[in-house]
């Protein structure tokens, strides 16, 4: 996705108005209809209409008259919420260039004052697995918050909470930075993606480090559950850093088990193909762990410390509820061993758009609403002290 900030410049306070009463409106609509836009960013002189023009224009906003007349956010209009808060805190002043493209997320280099170089991620959840959201409809029906936005928010938050966290711990994680909607800014790791690394010098230790790290992690009573080259980076001394981190799951998870196994079998499957390192075991052979103690690690038998994520996670501003929605959704990640997978791909971006009984009564938004939203614009736009939201 490509990243104009440039237009972040032309933008008045009206725009990011409009943009916000948007945003807002979507708490309640797929499709936020024209007048309840309007109704909201309250401009004078149906000044709300040429800014909707000029946000469409900038592709900020999508357009929907299939039903009525309304608007919707697109990724870029959210991002450019996100970004126009985060640089109003003084958390940064640029957007350089796109350094990561992930399964369901956009990685920016972003500089600032200082000169200072972070990583700025924007979730993307629902990117590649509309299909997912769908088919959780039944759920979704009562929640129509329950949407790319909001995914895209709790996968932010949750992926903030745990850096944070793991940091305090003494994992080897970015430094988490600070965090609004969508987005995570945090520490640029110096390194490269692990599966870039052709050769090692000590692919023995290196193995034993990350392995080490899986099984630290469950005895704090986690899995990162998408443990594998992709995840792990690694710089020219061979030093590891662990990154995304949306999809981890508590060791009381039901499905614990076979998460933490998938985790190691990863690394041993990277490990024996790029590095020829032998392990007792086949690694295709899914029950052969039996003499293979040495080298992988059992779930059974390691010591878990239980409710890490209920205790300090909540305490960071991630809830047990909003842990339970997201994980709702991850499991039917495509990828995650889930049936249906291919079919459909082209369907993603229509099935944002398609909400069959979406209830567009604007009587929903109230007074309380209203004022949420002006102190929400002022936040967004021309405040110097923002409270800050996830930190
Ligand atoms: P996704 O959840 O979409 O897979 P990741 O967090 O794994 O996103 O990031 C995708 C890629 O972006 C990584 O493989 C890595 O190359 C790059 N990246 C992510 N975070 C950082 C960071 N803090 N520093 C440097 N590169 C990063
Ligand atoms: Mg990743």
């Known amino acids: 996705m490509k990243l104009d900030v440039n237009v972040l410049r032309y933008l008045s306070k009206d725009d990011f108005r409009v943009l916000t009463a948007v945003e807002m409106g979507m708490r309640n609509h797929e499709i936020v209809p024209v007048e309840l836009i309007d109704r909201i960013a309250s401009l004078r002189h149906g000044g709300t209409y040429k800014v909707l023009k000029n946000l469409l224009k900038h592709k900020l906003l999508h357009h929907d008259a299939s039903k009525y007349d309304g608007f919707r956010l697109t990724y870029l209009g959210y991002d450019f919420l996100a970004i126009k808060t985060m640089v109003n805190r003084g958390v940064f002043s640029s957007v350089g260039r796109q350094i990561g493209v992930g399964k369901e997320s956009d990685i920016f280099e972003v500089a600032n004052e200082d000169g200072t170089i972070m990583a700025m991620k924007l979730h993307r959840l629902g990117r590649t697995s509309f299909r997912a959201v769908k088919s959780k409809r039944d759920y979704l029906r009562h929640r129509s ?92 001394d061979e030093n590891i850093t662990i990154i995304d981190f949306p999809q981890m799951v508590s060791v009381s998870h039901r499905n614990a088990e076979m998460y933490f196994d998938r985790d190691v079998e990863c690394i041993i499957k990277f490990f024996s193909k790029r590095f020829n390192l032998s392990f007792e075991t086949n690694a295709d052979d899914s029950d052969s762990d039996a003499e293979s103690d040495t080298v992988k690690p059992r779930f059974s038998s390691i010591k878990k410390a239980s409710g890490f994520l209920d205790k300090e996670l909540s305490a960071s501003g991630f809830s047990k509820k909003e842990q339970d929605d997201i994980e709702k959704f991850i499991e039917k990640k495509p990828g995650s061993d889930d049936e249906e997978e291919e079919e459909e791909e082209e369907e993603e971006e229509e099935e944002i758009e398609d909400d069959e009984d979406e209830d567009h009564d604007s009587s929903k938004l109230n007074a309380s609403d209203i004022q949420k939203f002006d102190s929400l614009c002022s936040l967004t736009m021309d405040d110097d002290h923002e409270q800050p939201e996830a930190s």
Do not use: T
């Open 145 to 236: 918050s329950f949407s790319w936005l909001y995914l895209s928010r709790l996968a932010a938050l949750k992926e903030f909470a745990f850096m944070k966290a793991l940091q305090e711990h003494g994992f080897p994680v970015p430094n988490a930075v600070d965090c609004n909607r969508h987005c995570v800014i945090m520490s640029l790791v110096q390194g490269y993606p692990f599966v870039q690394v052709k050769q090692l010098q000590n692919p023995d230790i290196v193995f034993e480090k990350i392995i080490g790290i899986v099984v630290r992690l469950a005895e704090h009573g986690l899995i990162h559950c998408d443990f594998n080259e992709f995840n792990i980076m690694i710089d020219d």
